[in-house]
């Protein structure tokens, strides 16, 4: 029996991707900015945050290079890369937050605020932009941005970036790059975010499992769809029946079965 009962679900993003040097270096940053600045950003899966570690921290003017390529349009358009923000209002908030960064200490590499499309005068579009050096107190990092906008964070070693999302209130998604195995294995077990892709940098589950974001980046007592949706939508009946082959001699204690 399936009914719609009276409880809440909610997800939140804020997910990290995570680049150590053992990383494909032309895969990983593709897959980065694919995921960081596709849909303009707003999806709940984007990649917000980059987590450089050791010396692949000298990939991120490669990583510029390739957002400054996108093409900004319609998303009708052809071979448009990233469309308009979905209102004037969320387009304000991403540039306050992006102007934000440099007030905090940051730097921005990229700059996506004050785009203009020709073809299309009025549109609410923001640039891919890149900033630089982030620190967790800033609220370019606090704040969901949800827009074409990555941060970029620097560690030393794995074990820092794993303390870092860790510490992070969010635990939708995450992503790790690398070649080597140990490494993505010691990264799934150890980092707590329900959502861990390895060499896949949007690790949205297929419809048959769960949609499993953790910590604050879910209210509620279940998780989207898969068996979690179902239950969610189905209240529970229980039957407990008794067909007697010899009558039952009268008792006041609870009955067993036997």
Known sequence: ???????????VHGNHGVIPPD???????????????????????????????GESK???PELVEKAKKLKITAGDQPNADLGPITSPELKQKIEELIGSSSQDGARILLDGRGV????????????????????????????????????????DTLDQAIEFINKNQW????????????NARKFQHEVEVGQIGINLPIPVP?????FTGNKKSIRGDLNFYGKAGVHFFTQWKTIT????????????????MK
């Open 1 to 11: 029996e399936m009914c719609i009962r009276d409880r809440y679900q909610r997800r």
């Open 116 to 155: 203009q499309v020709k073809e299309f005068p009025k549109g609410n579009f923001v640039g891919p932009t890149v900033i630089d050096n982030v620190q967790p107190n800033m609220r370019c990092y606090k704040e969901e941005i949800f827009g074409p906008v990555l941060c970029i964070v620097y560690v």
């Open 23 to 53: 990383a494909e270096k032309e895969d990983a940053l593709n897959n980065l900015a694919g995921a960081a600045f596709g849909a303009s950003g707003q999806r709940c899966m984007a990649l917000s945050v980059a987590v450089f570690v």
């Open 206 to 210: 297929l419809p048959m499992f769960s």
């Open 241 to 256: 029946a008794r067909w007697p082959s010899t009558i039952q001699q009268l008792s006041t204690a609870m009955p067993i």
């Open 58 to 60: 000298n990939w991120v």
């Open 171 to 182: 635990g939708n998604g995450t992503a790790i790059f690398t070649s080597n195995g140990a």
